[in-house]
Every structure is written in structure tokens, then in C-alpha cells.
């Protein structure tokens, strides 16, 4: 006889995660969910990603999303803990008279929003960053964002999620290799352990949440892998205490796409991120480039940003690289994640293609979708994220 549970999640990366959190504490603590991965919790995209936890004020829409996010994760830290949470607030650099433009556009961009955001000069940098180089003309600070170690954070979701609700069982090591479907209707799924019986399954399976899609017999869903090469410092000899990044990260990393997600031959680009380490580590960041699922590291892109980082932080220069890698972003085609029912099978629920933003979206997009399980009225207006989207 199949196993049975109310709600399998499939993916343990940080989007399962903090579905399994907040289906837990919202749904009735007899719910019986699963959480499955074919291999370790936070083994894939959330293992191999940066932990910048930003806000986003480009609209209203977008504002509240990362906004309310980045709320919820304070609320884990006061729960939980243990997750590296630092609120340093983000430093908008730029060296480019163009971009230092662009520092009154972001600041207004948030003042709008009811939000601040602080222009500061040469003097005020320095004094909140003395490792940055001298001639940088200043910075744009917005005191809300903050740093995470992703890992942990998966972790301490699940402690969470166990402690709401004993019946949540977490399956490492548990590939799913099949979706049950009776009719119009999804029954469970086959895992490389056995079937399990469940009338709801969630899709949180990252860059292969086409795959799931597809044994489910469901159309292509519209993600595609992103890689980003990464390299990370030694302990204690972070030139930065807060998260930086390049003011022109946000037309890099949010703007129009102009290459073909489904290209492999994308010459990718980079913009300087750097977070800093609990540790005293500097993570040095960060770089797209379409190419399928190839994890190789693009030597070339990767050593420009850690160029452009040295420009910032002069200091890195001296600051041993322990370790570089490559972590492929799961990029839904309009930019936007899936959040939701799938309409077109009853039973199906979508939680993919956050692309870089993944770590800063997980907490609303796990309540959002709890919220919608259990019929309960949602934080936010779920509709620009809805998966129907792709149905019509
Ligand atoms: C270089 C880089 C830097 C980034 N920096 C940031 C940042 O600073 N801030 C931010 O907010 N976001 C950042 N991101 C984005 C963020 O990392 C991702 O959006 C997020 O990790 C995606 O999480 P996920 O749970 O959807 O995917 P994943 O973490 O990949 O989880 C999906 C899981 O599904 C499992 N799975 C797949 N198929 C099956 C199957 N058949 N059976 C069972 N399990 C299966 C996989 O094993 C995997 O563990 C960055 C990403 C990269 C690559």
C-alpha cells in the first residue's frame, strides 16, 4: 500500500523550505506534509547562491513583494534565529557619472514608496565604510536590507515547521520519479522509495520545476537556469562590514533580458555584489550568463568582477580566494516567479522561477501559497504571480 500524506512539497531548496514553514503554521497541525528531495536540503541553487535579502522599489507591485518578504524574514530571525541574519542595509555604489545619476532616481524610488534611502557624500561613506576607495564619490544606503547564510536559513524554516506542526517529515535523498494523476487530478508522486498518496503536490523544484512539470504530462514551464559565478574570501578579511553592490546591478540584474534564455551561447555580463561574511569572509559576486545547465566556471567573467570589486574595495586585492563556484538561477521568461495553482491539473501547486531574488522572496512566496491552500486571505494581492498566467 502507498504512503499517504495531505501536501507533498517537492524541492528542499529555500523555496520548499519556506513553503513547508508556513504551510505548517497555517494549515491545521494534523495536516501531514512531506518535504522531498533527490538529494540534501538546500543542496542545489540555495547551497551554491549569495544571501542579499533586498528591496526592491521599482513599483508598487514589486515594493510590496520584497517589502513584506523581508518582514517575514525578520519574523523568522525573532522566532528562530541562526541563519547569519545581518541587517547591514545595502550601499548603492558607482563610479560612473551616469550611474551616480542613478542615486536620486533609487532614492525617490523608495521615498515614493513611503520608504527612505540616504544619498551619502565622500565623508559619510567613509566613515561607514573606511575599506572602500578614497575617490569614490559617494553611495546611495537603504537601511532595510540585509545579509543571510541560505543554508541555515532552509534549516531553520524546517526547526519551525516541525515545531508548528509534529506530522511535517522531511525526505532528503528522496528523488522523485514520477507524478500520480487520476484524471484531471494529481494523486501523489513515485519516488525512487515508493509511491506516496497526497492530493496536493507542490512543484518547488528550482531549474528542474520543467521536469516535474512534464512527468506530470503538463506544458513546458517557462524556466531556464541563469549561471552565476561566485568566489568567497577567507574568514577575517572582509575590507566591507555591509552588503555592497553597483548601482547598475539593478539594470543588470532586473532590466530588460535581451538575450535568449534558451541560447547557450549568451556572452553573460557582470555587476558587482559583495556581502560580508558572519565569519569576516567577503562572498564577491556576481555574474549571468544563459548556457543551459553547464556549472563550469567562466574564468573570464569572474575575474572582471573580481576586478571591479577590487575597484570598490582595494582591499580584496590582499584577500585570499578559498573557494569559487557556479549556481544557476531559475529565470521564469517574464521576469516574474510562479505562485500558485497550476488550473490546469487539480491538485498542482507552483512555487519556481525566482531567478535572483530567491533568498529575499521566500518567506512571502511560502505564505502566499500557504495562504491559498488553506483559503485564507492573502498578505499581498497573489495575482501578478499566479502560474495561470501561462495557461492563457
Ligand atoms: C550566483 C547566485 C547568486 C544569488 N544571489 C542571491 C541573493 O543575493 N539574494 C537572493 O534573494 N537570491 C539570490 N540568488 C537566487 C536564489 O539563490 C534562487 O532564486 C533560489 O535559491 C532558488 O531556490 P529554489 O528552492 O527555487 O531552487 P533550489 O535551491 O535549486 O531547490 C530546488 C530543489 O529541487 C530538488 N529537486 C529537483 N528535482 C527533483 C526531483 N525530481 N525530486 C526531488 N527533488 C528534486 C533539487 O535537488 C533542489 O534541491 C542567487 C542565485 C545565484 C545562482
Redesign the pocket.
Known amino acids: 500500500m502507498a504512503e499517504t500524506a495531505d501536501l507533498i512539497v ?7 523550505c519556506a513553503v513547508v514553514q508556513h504551510c505548517a503554521q497555517l494549515l491545521p497541525p494534523s495536516t501531514r506534509i512531506v518535504l ?4 540534501p536540503i ?5 547551497g ?7 528591496v526592491t522599489p521599482d513599483d508598487a507591485e514589486e515594493y510590496a513583494f520584497t517589502h513584506q518578504s523581508l518582514k517575514l524574514w525578520h519574523e523568522l530571525e525573532s522566532l528562530e534565529g541562526g541563519f547569519d541574519y545581518n541587517p547591514t542595509g545595502a550601499l548603492y555604489l558607482a563610479d560612473d557619472p551616469a550611474d551616480i545619476e542613478l542615486f536620486g532616481v533609487l532614492r525617490q524610488q523608495f521615498v515614493d514608496r513611503g520608504d527612505r534611502a540616504d544619498i551619502l557624500d565622500q565623508r559619510q561613506l567613509r566613515e561607514l565604510e573606511p575599506g572602500l576607495a578614497e575617490d569614490l564619490p559617494g553611495a546611495l544606503f537603504y537601511p532595510g536590507d540585509g545579509v543571510v547564510l ?1 543554508m541555515l536559513a532552509c534549516g531553520a524554516m524546517l526547526r519551525v515547521a516541525q515545531r508548528s506542526n509534529p506530522n511535517v517529515r522531511v525526505r532528503p535523498e ?4 514520477g507524478m500520480r494523476r487520476q484524471g484531471d487530478r494529481i494523486v501523489g508522486v513515485d519516488t525512487a522509495a515508493g509511491p506516496i498518496d497526497a492530493p496536493i503536490v507542490v512543484n ?5 520545476s520543467p ?2 512539470a512534464a512527468m506530470a504530462g503538463q506544458s513546458r514551464l517557462p524556466i531556464y537556469p541563469r549561471a ?1 559565478n ?1 568566489a568567497i574570501t577567507g574568514h577575517h578579511v572582509s575590507p566591507i562590514r555591509t552588503q555592497l553592490l553597483e548601482i547598475s546591478y539593478i539594470r543588470f540584474a532586473h532590466g530588460a533580458v535581451k538575450v535568449d534564455p534558451t541560447r547557450t551561447d549568451d556572452a553573460g555580463g557582470h555587476a558587482v ?1 559583495m556581502q560580508p561574511q558572519t565569519n569576516g569572509g567577503c562572498l564577491v ?2 555574474t549571468r550568463q544563459f548556457r543551459g545547465m553547464d556549472k563550469t566556471l567562466n574564468m573570464e567573467l569572474l575575474h572582471r568582477s573580481l576586478l571591479r570589486a577590487q575597484r570598490y574595495a582595494p582591499g580584496l586585492a590582499a584577500a585570499p580566494i578559498v573557494r569559487t563556484w557556479v ?4 529565470y521564469s521568461i517574464d521576469k516574474h516567479p510562479l505562485i500558485g495553482p497550476w488550473p490546469a491539473l487539480r491538485g498542482m501547486w507552483i512555487a ?1 522561477g ?8 521566500a518567506p512571502i512566496t511560502g505564505r502566499l501559497l500557504a495562504q491559498q491552500i488553506a483559503g485564507l486571505p492573502c498578505t499581498i494581492d497573489p495575482t501578478p504571480w499566479l502560474p495561470a498566467r501561462f495557461l492563457r
Do not use: K, Q
Open positions: 517537492v524541492g528542499g531548496g529555500i523555496i520548499g522531498l528531495d533527490r538529494g538546500a543542496g542545489a541553487t540555495s551554491s547562491c549569495m544571501g542579499h535579502l533586498m541560505p528522496t528523488p522523485v520519479i518547488a523544484a528550482g531549474i528542474w521536469e516535474l552565476g561566485l555584489n559576486g556576481s549556481g544557476l538561477r531559475p519556481t525566482h531567478e535572483g531574488l530567491g533568498i529575499s522572496l
